[in-house]
């Protein structure tokens, strides 16, 4: 904990670098940002496997005043913040070297960080929302960074919205668990939690809340379109953390703050995962911006992780412990592993940007032979992303999947139904995440070019690719060496729930046994080894019978221009997902123009795509708040009598209110 009371000054003191602009501000801002974040990183580190601290400042709320604690659940996820923030600071310093607006970045940065830091470390629900808000309001001042391009500005606005109503509801939630006592420390709200029916309401408005800030469906509205406008760094850490810092907002609530919830709340939680991870993919693969496919990716992910949280509430609703453990591992793992690959897939995703000034990914292709070290990173963070082992992406999914299978006869009839939807959910969102990767990497990096400015693009600095790399290799260390992992997240489960995985570092060559060795078992080691030997083997025998062969031109059905226009495209490979899902998805109009015969110029297809719940329920909630405050805009021109009467009239209610409280 004394750590971080001097690294929260020092991220200040940066922030006010950003501020003045001295010479160099650049490299101190993001260098100072990298090296804090490592330092961050450790103390997350020795919070999972040491004891619980508590500090208290006397600053806050009155008789209250600013309370922090460090336990194995916040010390996991500072984990993650440290590790993203590292990452995306160390990216930084290659790819804003060209950045023509450093002002309208550097100040926010660092407190971005320290207010993610501040949420996952505070211990009351002061301390809480001042970080979650300070979290929004720098996010949002990074996301408009850019304000002037097309578009930027409904981004900044459709996120500060959703921001706001994010932590109005958490506000709401922590009110309902606060009582007319105002319980607003933790340790208060751990000691008399709510119960019952209010336990189950309280976790479905912080669902809402953290939800909103995570991308859960419906509430994802915001997030393909703050992804795009942001600096590409920014949107690692709001992809790669932010969302994650979410996440640990209703795991905190859900499995240390609130008490014992029905299993109709897991229910719920277990569906919205399945549903928003189902959707998201969808929405990805039928995407051509290269930034908002993986940020519809991200809203897959986080579905996938509230999958994995509501199993978690469904096992311990019934009193599973075990299978509540391997769930809670499940969640965390793909947590961490979403920061990794998503941070990488980003970064990624900046240096082709900045190397082609595209994001259409249509506008791209052949880059593996002018970018080959982000080819080879981007390779592996797709194959991670899609879920193909040995990679990490696939452990984390296959705990998630030996959890739903571990006990799908649950006694509630609700579980019985959701168990086997939420699997086929699942099912369904990794194969599609595999042919939406497969198409990313292959419409960019594949093939020949599609543009000039693919034609001419060159790789990217060191700081860039290095971070890149790095990524790449913690991608395979993860897959590779899962047992690791899983027993460093034992005393997360065994403080929260009381139980834990089997310890797996023993197992004969490093193979993990989630449940037991007759029931299921997976070795990293064994299938990288495999499929290297297999790769190599295969490499080794095209070179050696590639001089026995005569090479000739392929078969080119007739067409001998090299054009890329004869290439397979992104709209061709979504094509057939788009004519069975799009209907339900996203209302498609499609209109051909013909040219009359003899007339030589191509025929032209349009397309006019619409989005489900933007369309059904964000606009038409525009359009009522609109006529709304056009109704209302009547009480600005009353006389102060009348004002005098309705502020009566709002203290009788409010005392009404007061006396029926329970």
């Not at 607006?101 to 550097?106: A, K, S, T, W």
């Not at 406008?229 to 905190?252: D, E, I």
């Not at 397979?568 to 899902?581: E, G, K």
Request: aromatic fraction near 10%; hydrophobic fraction near 55%; proline fraction near 6%.
């Amino acid at each position: 904990m004394t750590g971080l009371v001097w690294a929260a000054p020092c991220f200040l003191a940066l922030g006010l670098v950003g501020v003045l602009r001295p010479p160099g501000s650049r490299h101190l801002v993001y260098g100072g940002c990298a090296l804090l974040s490592l330092v961050v990183l450790g103390i997350g580190v020795g919070a999972v496997w040491g004891p619980v601290e508590h500090l208290s400042l006397p600053v806050g709320l009155p008789g209250v005043g600013s309370r922090f604690r460090l336990d194995p659940l916040s010390g996991f996820f500072l984990i993650v913040v440290g590790l993203g923030s590292a990452g995306a600071s160390t990216f930084g310093l290659g790819y804003t070297r060209t950045d023509a607006h450093p002002e309208r970045v550097l100040p926010f940065y660092p407190l971005f960080i320290i207010s993610m830091v501040l949420v996952v470390v505070a211990d009351d629900a002061f301390s809480f929302l001042f970080g979650w808000e300070l979290m929004s309001l720098t996010s949002w001042a990074l996301v408009s960074a850019h304000h002037l391009e097309p578009g930027n500005r409904r981004a900044t606005f459709v996120y500060l919205l959703m921001a706001v109503f994010s932590g109005f509801t958490l506000l709401f939630a922590f009110s309902l668990m606060a009582g007319t006592q105002g319980h607003f420390t933790f340790d208060a709200m751990r000691a008399n939690p709510v119960v019952g029916t209010w336990a189950d309401i309280v976790l479905i408005i912080a669902l809402i809340g953290a939800g909103a800030k995570a991308g859960l469906i419906p509430l994802h509205v915001w997030l393909p379109l703050a992804h795009p406008a942001a600096p590409s760094h920014v949107s690692a850490l709001m992809s790669g953390v932010m969302t994650k810092v979410a996440v640990y907002a209703f795991l905190r609530l859900a499995l240390d703050l609130v008490g014992e919830t029905h299993a109709s709340t897991a229910t719920v939680v277990l569906l919205g995962g399945g549903i928003t991870a189902m959707v998201g993919v969808l929405q990805a693969i039928l995407d051509r911006d290269l930034k908002r496919v993986l940020a519809f990716s991200t809203i897959e992910n986080v579905g996938i992780i509230f999958i994995g949280a509501g199993l978690t509430l469904a096992f311990r609703a019934n009193g599973l412990m075990m299978g509540a453990a391997l769930a809670l591992t499940a969640t965390l793992f793909h947590t961490l592993n979403h920061t990794v690959f998503k941070s990488l897939l980003f970064f990624g995703a900046g240096t082709v940007v900045e190397a082609t000034g595209q994001r259409d990914i249509e506008t791209m292709g052949g880059l593996i032979h002018r970018m080959p070290r982000t080819a080879l990173a981007m390779l592996t963070g797709c194959v991670a992303i899609a879920g193909f082992p040995p990679l990490n992406g696939f452990v984390s999914e296959w705990l998630t999947f030996q959890a739903m299978l571990l006990r799908p006869d649950m006694p509630q009839w609700g579980l019985k139904l959701a168990f086997p939807m939420a699997g086929a959910l699942l099912a369904l969102t990794a194969a599609l995440a595999a042919g939406c990767f497969v198409r990313l990497f292959g419409i960019c990096f594949l093939g020949r070019p599609r543009s000039r400015s693919a034609a001419e693009a060159r790789e990217a600095d060191l700081w860039s690719t290095g971070t890149i790399l790095a990524f790449a290799l913690f991608c395979i260390l993860g897959g590779v060496f899962p047992g690791a992992v899983i027993d460093a997240m034992a005393p997360i489960s065994t403080s929260l729930l009381g139980a834990r995985m089997p310890e797996q570092i023993g197992n004969g060559w490093l193979t993990i046994v989630p449940i037991a060795a007759g029931h299921s078992s997976y070795n990293g080691v064994l299938i990288f080894l495999f499929i290297l030997v297999s790769a190599l083997l295969a490499v080794a025998g095209i070179h050696r019978r590639s001089n026995a062969i005569r090479t000739a031109p392929p078969w080119d059905c007739g067409f001998p221009d090299p054009s890329p226009r004869t290439e397979y495209s992104a709209d061709s490979f979504a094509q057939p997902i788009r004519r069975v899902f799009a209907p339900v998805l996203m209302p498609t109009r499609e209109q051909v123009e013909m040219p009359p015969p003899g007339d030589m110029r191509p025929a032209v297809l349009h397309r006019n795509e619409g989005d489900l719940f933007w369309d059904g329920i964000y606009a038409p909630l525009g359009h009522f708040v609109e006529w709304v405050s056009g109704k209302a805009n009547v009480l600005q021109f009353l006389t102060i009598r009348r004002y005098l009467g309705f502020v009566f009239v709002s203290l009788i209610v409010l005392l009404i209110a007061l006396t029926v409280w329970p």
